[in-house]
C-alpha cells in the first residue's frame, strides 16, 4: 500500500459526458502528479500540483481541468468524454515540487479504470 | 526531443535466471526511475538513482550518466517477478518534477 488513494476504482460512462476523478496523496506530501495510461500511448505526464498551485501541465486536453484543494487532495475533472478517453488514470504523489534536479520517489496510486462507451 | 527506450519489449525466462532490463535515455536528467507494474494495474516504485548502483533485495539497478543508460537485473527471477518492468525519467531543463516513461518490458518466469 503506498498510501496514495484514489476513488473511484472503476468508472463506466458515456460519450460526452463528465466525470471526477479523485486523490489523496501521501501524508505529508505535498506534490501530486496525473498521469494517464493508454494501450496505444502508455503512462503519460497529465499535470502537476504542488501545494495547492499548478506546477507543470504535460499532455492534457483543454477537455481536461485538475486542481488541489487546501487539504492537498486533487481532482481531474474530464468533460465532453470521447472514446479514446478510456485509460487507466493513475495519481501519484512525492514530498518535494522536484524542482531545480531535486526530485524525489513518487507514490502511485491504485488507479482509476475510465471506460467510455 | 526527450525520449526514453527500453529493451527488450517483452521477455520471457525460467524460473532461476538472471534477467536483465535496459533503458536508455537522450538528454540530461536528475534522476532515473525504476516502476513495477503488476498484472492488476497497481504501479510500484522499486528505484530512484542518480548515479552508480542501488540494490534491494534481488533486484539491482544500476545507471551509467555519461553513457545515458540505466540497466534492471534480477537475481534468482521467480514467476512472482512477472510483471511489466518501466523505465522512468525527470529530464533536466524545467521546473518539473514529471516523469517521462519508457513503454516498458513485460517479463514472464516460468516456473
Known amino acids: 500500500d503506498s498510501g496514495v488513494t484514489q476513488t473511484p476504482k472503476h468508472l463506466i460512462t458515456a460519450t460526452g459526458q463528465r466525470v471526477t476523478l479523485r486523490c489523496s496523496p501521501r501524508s505529508g506530501d505535498l506534490s501530486v502528479y496525473w498521469y494517464q495510461q493508454s494501450l496505444d500511448q502508455g503512462l503519460q505526464f497529465l499535470i502537476q500540483?504542488?501545494?495547492?498551485?499548478?506546477?507543470a501541465k504535460g499532455n492534457i486536453l483543454e477537455r481536461f481541468s485538475a486542481q488541489q484543494f487546501p487539504d492537498l487532495h486533487s481532482e481531474l475533472n474530464l468533460s465532453s468524454l470521447e472514446l479514446g478517453d478510456s485509460a487507466l488514470y493513475f495519481c501519484?504523489?512525492?514530498?518535494?515540487?522536484?524542482?531545480?534536479?531535486?526530485?524525489?520517489?513518487?507514490?502511485f496510486g491504485p488507479g482509476t479504470r475510465l471506460t467510455v462507451l | 526531443k526527450n525520449e526514453v527506450e527500453q529493451s527488450p519489449q517483452n521477455l520471457t525466462a525460467q524460473e532461476g535466471e538472471f534477467i536483465t532490463i535496459n533503458c536508455s535515455y537522450s538528454v540530461g536528467i536528475s534522476a532515473l526511475h525504476w516502476l513495477q507494474q503488476h498484472p492488476g494495474g497497481g504501479i510500484v516504485s522499486l528505484f530512484m538513482?542518480?548515479?552508480g548502483k542501488k540494490k534491494h533485495g534481488r533486484l539491482i539497478a544500476t545507471i551509467n550518466i555519461q553513457e545515458k543508460h540505466s540497466s534492471l537485473h534480477i537475481t534468482a527471477s521467480h514467476p512472482r517477478d512477472s510483471a511489466v518492468y518501466i523505465c522512468a525519467v525527470n529530464f533536466f531543463g524545467g521546473s518539473q518534477g514529471n516523469l517521462i516513461f519508457g513503454k516498458g518490458t513485460k517479463l514472464s518466469v516460468k516456473p
Open positions: 500540483y504542488y501545494n495547492g498551485e499548478e506546477r
Open positions: 538513482l542518480s548515479s
Open positions: 501519484a504523489s512525492s514530498v518535494s515540487p522536484g524542482a531545480g534536479g531535486l526530485t524525489d520517489t513518487q507514490y
